[in-house]
Nanobody, 128 residues
Framework: QVQLIESGGELVQAGASLRLSCVTS????????MAWFRQAPGKEREFVGA????????YYADSVKGRFTLSRDNAKNTVYLESHTLKPEDTADYYC?????????????????????WGQGTQVTVSA
């Protein structure tokens, strides 16, 4: 059984930093592209970033580029999202997702429907 479990979300003030973690089990982690998406109340799920199985390629949404950093530890089956200079508009539920790495293009990593497995989400709230 595949599980993705996010943690690290909390209420912070604008300008703060957070590190979210997503621990996985039940899959061959290094074979999967791992991504982070977020969904704010009343909005559609939004791509944040993705990292390929080896970590060789990392993609970011323009809205977080330069502030957020994705990384993965294949020995720990874990992917991380470090966020800095948080803004109120970063407030959302953050989800990690996994899909097999077939050498996918950047564009395909941004589509929620392309992902096979999802975590339950962790809430990030940024106060002004």
């Amino acid at each position: 059984q595949v599980q993705l479990i996010e943690s690290g979300g909390e209420l912070v003030q604008a300008g703060a930093s957070l590190r979210l973690s997503c621990v996985t089990s039940g899959l061959t982690f290094s074979r999967y592209i791992m991504a982070w998406f977020r969904q704010a109340p009343g909005k559609e799920r939004e791509f944040v970033g993705a990292i390929t199985g080896t970590g060789a390629n990392i993609y970011y949404a323009d809205s977080v580029k330069g502030r957020f950093t994705l990384s993965r530890d294949n020995a720990k089956n874990t992917v991380y999202l470090e966020s800095h200079t948080l803004k109120p508009e970063d407030t959302a539920d953050y989800y990690c997702a996994a899909k097999l790495d077939y050498g996918s293009s950047r564009a395909s990593t941004e589509v929620p429907g392309a992902y096979e497995y999802w975590g339950q989400g962790t809430q990030v709230t940024v106060s002004a």
